[in-house]
C-alpha cells in the first residue's frame, strides 16, 4: 500500500531536470532537435528499414480494430508471429524474458526492472514502445541500457530481409509494423547475447505480438495496472481488459501483480494464476509500504525522497527495505512502479538470480524516461522562448494518468499557478481526462491544440471535439471558462499593461503547441510573481515529442 507524507517544498528547485533531460539526452540517442523537426545522425542509415516499416500495417497510426486484443476469433492472429519466428530461427528461445503487461506503467516499471539488472552488471535487453522521436529508443541493449546503434539494427535488417519478404508473401500483407519491429528486437537481443530480455506487451497480452514466449523461456510476468483504455480492442469492460492482459501468465511461472486492483479485477488475475499453478507476487499486499517523504535535488537534479518496504510471505518469502530512495520519477504512482520492479527483482533473486539490495536502489535511482513528469531545464526553457518558465511534460492520455498527474501537481506545486497544454489521440477519454486536470485547484488557462499521432493525422482529435469534450466537463464540476482566440489575447494583454482581464480559467484553441506554450508563459506573467507558475504540456507522448524536438 502507497501512503504520502510530504516533508518538504519542491518548487523551491523548478529550474532543474533529470540528469539527462532535454537536448542532452536526445543527443544521447543519436538525434539532434531543432525547430524544423529532427535531424538525427544515424537515422539517415535506417531509412530503408523505416520504409520498410512503413509500407506495413500500422495500428499506432490507424487504430486498433475492434475485439483485436481478445483471445477470440476477432483477436489477432498470434500464430502469425509464431511462424514468423520460427522462420527466424526462434530467437527469443535464447534468453530468459521478464514481460510486463498493464493499461498504465509498464514502461515505467520495464524500465526501473531493467536498470535494476544492468547495475548488477547484467546484459540486458529491453524492449519497450512508443518513442518519442527515433525508432531505435524502443529498443536497448547492453550493460548501459543505450538504444540500440543504426548500424546494428541496419545489419540484421539487410541478413534478414529475405525471410521478411518471404513472411509477409505468406501472411498475405497481413504482418505489421509492430510484429516485423518485435521479431527485429528478439534478433538483436539473441545476437548482443543479453543475459534477459525485458519485453512490454505492446496491446493487452494475450494476442499481443510479444507474446511467444514459451514458459519455459519465461522468468516472470508482470502486470501493473488494469484500467479502461483500449476497451473496443479488449473486449469492452474492465473484466475483459483484465482476461486479455492475464494472457501472458504462463503455466508455472510467478507473476508479479502491481496494483493496486478493484477486488473483482484482482480476482480474475489470482484466478488465472491459480489455474496455470503460477506464484503470485502481490506489490500491493498489506505488510508493504511504499511512502513519498518529501521532494528535492541533487546538482539539480529533482528527485522524490522515499521509502519503499516490501514483505511477502505468500507464495514466496521476500522481503527488503529500502529507505530515503531518491526517485527521479515522480508521483505516488511512479511510487508504486518502483515498488512493483523491487518485487520482480526479488521474484528473479529467488529464482537464483544475483541481485543485491544496493543494485536494487540503484537501478531505481538511476531510472529516467524521456516525457514523465519532465521538468525543462531553464537553459531548455530559454530556447523555447519561455525566460523564466516552469514547463513540465508528461505524456499522460487516459483518466487514470491524467489524475496521477493532477496528484503529482498537487504534491509537487500545491500553489501554483497553472496552465495545461493539451493535444491528444481521437481514440481516447478526453472528457474524463479533462475532469482530472480541471479538479486541479489554481488553473489559470487551458490551450487546446493538435499535433500528429505517429506521424499521421488520422487519429488527431480535433480542436472542435478536444473543446467540447473539457466545455462539458466543465459543466459537471462548476468550471467557468472565458474563451478567447489567441490573437484576441495577445491583444487584450498589451492594452492591460502586463495585467490579466480576467480571473476565470482562460480555454484557447490553437493549431501551435509551441505558441499556446509562449501566450500560456504571457499570462502566468500577467498575474503576478506571488505564487509559483507552472505550464503542462500533456495529453500524448506525441505531444511531449513535439516540444522537446524544437529545442
Same mark, same amino acid.
Given at each position: 500500500?502507497?501512503?504520502?507524507?510530504?516533508?518538504?517544498?519542491?518548487?523551491?528547485?523548478?529550474?532543474?531536470?533529470?540528469?539527462?533531460?532535454?537536448?542532452?539526452?536526445?543527443?544521447?540517442?543519436?538525434?539532434?532537435?531543432?525547430?524544423?523537426?529532427?535531424?538525427?545522425?544515424?537515422?539517415?542509415?535506417?531509412?530503408?528499414?523505416?520504409?520498410?516499416?512503413?509500407?506495413?500495417?500500422?495500428?499506432?497510426?490507424?487504430?486498433?480494430?475492434?475485439?483485436?486484443?481478445?483471445?477470440?476469433?476477432?483477436?489477432?492472429?498470434?500464430?502469425?508471429?509464431?511462424?514468423?519466428?520460427?522462420?527466424?530461427?526462434?530467437?527469443?528461445?535464447?534468453?530468459?524474458?521478464?514481460?510486463?503487461?498493464?493499461?498504465?506503467?509498464?514502461?515505467?516499471?520495464?524500465?526501473?526492472?531493467?536498470?535494476?539488472?544492468?547495475?548488477?552488471?547484467?546484459?540486458?535487453?529491453?524492449?519497450?514502445?512508443?518513442? =518519442?522521436? &527515433? *525508432?531505435? +529508443?524502443?529498443?536497448?541493449?547492453?550493460?548501459? #541500457?543505450?538504444?540500440? /546503434?543504426?548500424?546494428?539494427?541496419? !545489419?540484421?535488417?539487410?541478413?534478414?530481409?529475405?525471410?521478411?519478404?518471404?513472411?509477409?508473401?505468406?501472411?498475405?500483407?497481413?504482418?505489421?509494423?509492430?510484429?516485423?519491429?518485435?521479431?527485429?528486437?528478439?534478433?538483436?537481443?539473441?545476437?548482443?547475447?543479453?543475459?534477459?530480455?525485458?519485453?512490454?506487451?505492446?496491446?493487452?497480452?494475450?494476442?499481443?505480438?510479444?507474446?511467444?514466449?514459451?514458459?519455459?523461456?519465461?522468468?516472470?510476468?508482470? =502486470?501493473? &495496472? *488494469?484500467? +479502461?483504455?483500449?476497451?473496443?480492442?479488449?473486449? #469492452?469492460?474492465?473484466? /475483459?481488459?483484465?482476461?486479455?492482459? !492475464?494472457?501472458?501468465?504462463?503455466?508455472?511461472?510467478?507473476?508479479?501483480?502491481?496494483?493496486?486492483?478493484?477486488?473483482?479485477?484482482?480476482?480474475?488475475?489470482?484466478?488465472?494464476?491459480?489455474?496455470?499453478?503460477?506464484?503470485?507476487?502481490?506489490a500491493s499486499d498489506f505488510g508493504n509500504k511504499s511512502i513519498i517523504k518529501g521532494f528535492s535535488n541533487v546538482s539539480g537534479i529533482p528527485f522524490q525522497l522515499s521509502d519503499i518496504i516490501l514483505d511477502i510471505v505468500k507464495d514466496f518469502q521476500l522481503s527488503i527495505e529500502l529507505c530515503d530512495v531518491k526517485l527521479r520519477l515522480l508521483?505516488?504512482?511512479?511510487?508504486?512502479?518502483?515498488?512493483?520492479?523491487?518485487?520482480?527483482?526479488?521474484?528473479?533473486?529467488?529464482?537464483?538470480?544475483?541481485?543485491?539490495?544496493?543494485?536494487?536502489?540503484?537501478?531505481?535511482?538511476?531510472t529516467q524516461l524521456l516525457g514523465r513528469s519532465q521538468f525543462l531545464t531553464s537553459v531548455e526553457a530559454k530556447s523555447l522562448g519561455l525566460l523564466g518558465a516552469t514547463i513540465l511534460l508528461d505524456g499522460a492520455h487516459t483518466k487514470e494518468s491524467a489524475k496521477a498527474l493532477a496528484d503529482m501537481i498537487q504534491l509537487t506545486y500545491p500553489?501554483?499557478?497553472?496552465?495545461?497544454?493539451v493535444a491528444m489521440a481521437s481514440d481516447k477519454d478526453h472528457q474524463a481526462f479533462a475532469r482530472e486536470l480541471l479538479a486541479v485547484k489554481q488553473v489559470n488557462a487551458i490551450f487546446l491544440t493538435e499535433v500528429s499521432i505517429a506521424g499521421d493525422q488520422f487519429r488527431t482529435a480535433s480542436l472542435s471535439l478536444l473543446r467540447d469534450r473539457?466545455?462539458?466537463?466543465?459543466?459537471?464540476?462548476?468550471?467557468?471558462?472565458?474563451?478567447?482566440?489567441?490573437?484576441?489575447?495577445?491583444?487584450?494583454?498589451?492594452?492591460?499593461?502586463?495585467?490579466?482581464?480576467?480571473?476565470?480559467?482562460?480555454?484557447?484553441?490553437?493549431?501551435?503547441?509551441?505558441?499556446?506554450?509562449?501566450?500560456?508563459?504571457?499570462?502566468?506573467?500577467?498575474?503576478?510573481?506571488?505564487?509559483?507558475?507552472?505550464?503542462?504540456?500533456?495529453?500524448?507522448?506525441?505531444?511531449?515529442?513535439?516540444?522537446?524536438?524544437?529545442?
Amino acid at each position: 500500500m502507497i501512503f504520502s507524507r510530504i516533508v518538504g517544498s519542491f518548487h523551491r528547485h523548478h529550474k532543474s531536470l533529470f540528469a539527462t533531460g532535454g537536448r542532452k539526452y536526445l543527443n544521447g540517442l543519436g538525434i539532434k532537435c531543432n525547430f524544423s523537426g529532427v535531424i538525427s545522425e544515424e537515422e539517415s542509415e535506417l531509412k530503408e528499414f523505416n520504409d520498410y516499416l512503413n509500407n506495413l500495417k500500422n495500428h499506432e497510426k490507424s487504430g486498433v480494430p475492434k475485439g483485436a486484443g481478445t483471445d477470440s476469433d476477432d483477436g489477432f492472429d498470434l500464430g502469425r508471429m509464431k511462424r514468423l519466428m520460427q522462420s527466424l530461427g526462434n530467437p527469443q528461445s535464447k534468453y530468459k524474458v521478464i514481460h510486463v503487461a498493464g493499461t498504465k506503467g509498464k514502461g515505467s516499471t520495464a524500465a526501473f526492472v531493467s536498470n535494476i539488472l544492468r547495475a548488477e552488471g547484467y546484459s540486458v535487453g529491453c524492449y519497450t514502445s512508443p518513442h =518519442i522521436k &527515433t *525508432i531505435r +529508443e524502443r529498443i536497448t541493449v547492453g550493460k548501459l #541500457g543505450n538504444p540500440v /546503434s543504426a548500424k546494428a539494427v541496419n !545489419s540484421l535488417f539487410q541478413r534478414i530481409k529475405v525471410v521478411l519478404d518471404q513472411a509477409v508473401q505468406l501472411e498475405h500483407g497481413h504482418l505489421s509494423h509492430f510484429e516485423v519491429l518485435t521479431a527485429v528486437a528478439f534478433n538483436l537481443f539473441a545476437e548482443e547475447n543479453v543475459h534477459i530480455a525485458v519485453i512490454e506487451a505492446g496491446l493487452g497480452g494475450a494476442r499481443d505480438a510479444t507474446n511467444i514466449i514459451s514458459s519455459s523461456d519465461l522468468a516472470a510476468s508482470v =502486470i501493473t &495496472t *488494469i484500467s +479502461e483504455e483500449h476497451l473496443a480492442a479488449l473486449g #469492452g469492460s474492465l473484466e /475483459s481488459i483484465a482476461v486479455a492482459k !492475464s494472457g501472458i501468465i504462463k503455466h508455472g511461472c510467478p507473476v508479479v501483480l502491481g496494483g493496486p486492483y478493484l477486488p473483482h479485477i484482482e480476482l480474475i488475475l489470482r484466478n488465472k494464476a491459480s489455474s496455470m499453478c503460477s506464484p503470485v507476487i502481490s506489490a500491493s499486499d498489506f505488510g508493504n509500504k511504499s511512502i513519498i517523504k518529501g521532494f528535492s535535488n541533487v546538482s539539480g537534479i529533482p528527485f522524490q525522497l522515499s521509502d519503499i518496504i516490501l514483505d511477502i510471505v505468500k507464495d514466496f518469502q521476500l522481503s527488503i527495505e529500502l529507505c530515503d530512495v531518491k526517485l527521479r520519477l515522480l508521483g505516488l504512482h511512479q511510487l508504486q512502479n518502483a515498488a512493483t520492479a523491487t518485487c520482480a527483482a526479488l521474484c528473479l533473486r529467488h529464482q537464483g538470480w544475483r541481485i543485491s539490495d544496493e543494485s536494487i536502489r540503484t537501478g531505481l535511482e538511476s531510472t529516467q524516461l524521456l516525457g514523465r513528469s519532465q521538468f525543462l531545464t531553464s537553459v531548455e526553457a530559454k530556447s523555447l522562448g519561455l525566460l523564466g518558465a516552469t514547463i513540465l511534460l508528461d505524456g499522460a492520455h487516459t483518466k487514470e494518468s491524467a489524475k496521477a498527474l493532477a496528484d503529482m501537481i498537487q504534491l509537487t506545486y500545491p500553489d501554483a499557478k497553472l496552465v495545461f497544454v493539451v493535444a491528444m489521440a481521437s481514440d481516447k477519454d478526453h472528457q474524463a481526462f479533462a475532469r482530472e486536470l480541471l479538479a486541479v485547484k489554481q488553473v489559470n488557462a487551458i490551450f487546446l491544440t493538435e499535433v500528429s499521432i505517429a506521424g499521421d493525422q488520422f487519429r488527431t482529435a480535433s480542436l472542435s471535439l478536444l473543446r467540447d469534450r473539457w466545455i462539458q466537463a466543465s459543466n459537471e464540476l462548476g468550471v467557468t471558462f472565458s474563451e478567447y482566440g489567441v490573437e484576441e489575447y495577445n491583444e487584450l494583454l498589451k492594452n492591460q499593461s502586463g495585467q490579466s482581464a480576467d480571473q476565470t480559467t482562460l480555454l484557447f484553441s490553437s493549431h501551435q503547441v509551441l505558441e499556446s506554450m509562449r501566450i500560456g508563459g504571457k499570462i502566468l506573467e500577467s498575474n503576478g510573481t506571488d505564487r509559483p507558475g507552472l505550464i503542462v504540456v500533456t495529453g500524448s507522448l506525441h505531444t511531449v515529442s513535439s516540444v522537446l524536438c524544437a529545442i
